[in-house]
């Protein structure tokens, strides 16, 4: 009985250190992290075609020192972690997210799906260019400035439940393993 209460706790507190740990640890240059990047273009291949984005303020995106990713998606939050090898940028998309519907005009959903696929970053006259994967289009952003230097946090989710969705699995794998100790108990 004290060996199972002894490995569900070292599960539990693997777990809790897993949320609250980013899963990749990355440098990247000083030009880039600790800047509000505002997503102000996107130039797409296709099918051929080239935006502005209305309202870039809307649409964060900051990459910290530490390899996470903080990223405002219209009314969403989210949390990743990158990785900058050379000018070879990717996401690790596993991460805490605020899930709200912002609205049949917003963007949210596309800005997070082709920040998704990463790129090839690089500086172009004080903007950020992030040249995408698989010659999916180029991302634009403009320097809003410097970022808040806050410790990087869960997102605000006005009371709803965020959970890392692999974090999600082991908690119910954990409940299912509780209910059969339960049950085994009862029958002694």
């Given at each position: 009985m004290r060996k199972r209460l002894f490995t569900l706790l070292m599960v539990l507190g693997l777990l809790v250190v897993g949320l609250m740990a980013p899963a990749a640890w990355a440098q990247a240059p000083d030009e880039i992290t600790g800047i509000q990047w505002q997503w102000a273009q996107l130039t797409e291949t296709e099918p051929a075609s080239q935006s502005v984005v209305p309202d870039p303020e809307n649409y964060l995106l900051i990459l910290n020192a530490d390899g996470s990713a903080s990223l405002k998606a219209d009314c969403n939050q989210v949390l990743?972690?990158?990785?900058?090898?050379?000018?070879?940028?990717?996401?690790?998309?596993?991460?805490?997210s605020t899930l709200a519907f912002c609205g049949e005009e917003s963007l949210d959903q596309q800005y997070l799906a082709l920040l998704g696929t990463g790129g090839t970053v690089s500086l172009e006259d004080g903007r950020l260019v992030l040249e995408l994967n698989d010659n999916a289009g180029r991302m634009v952003f403009n320097n809003g400035g410097p970022a808040e230097t806050a410790p990087?946090?869960?997102?605000?989710?006005?009371?709803?439940?965020?959970?890392?969705?692999?974090?999600?699995?082991v908690l119910a794998g954990l409940a299912t393993l509780g209910t059969g100790a339960a049950l085994r108990w009862r029958r002694r």
């Open positions: 990743w972690t990158y990785t900058l090898e050379d000018s070879n940028l990717t996401f690790d998309t596993l991460g805490p990087v946090t869960m997102p605000e989710t006005g009371g709803a439940p965020v959970v890392v969705p692999w974090a999600a699995t």
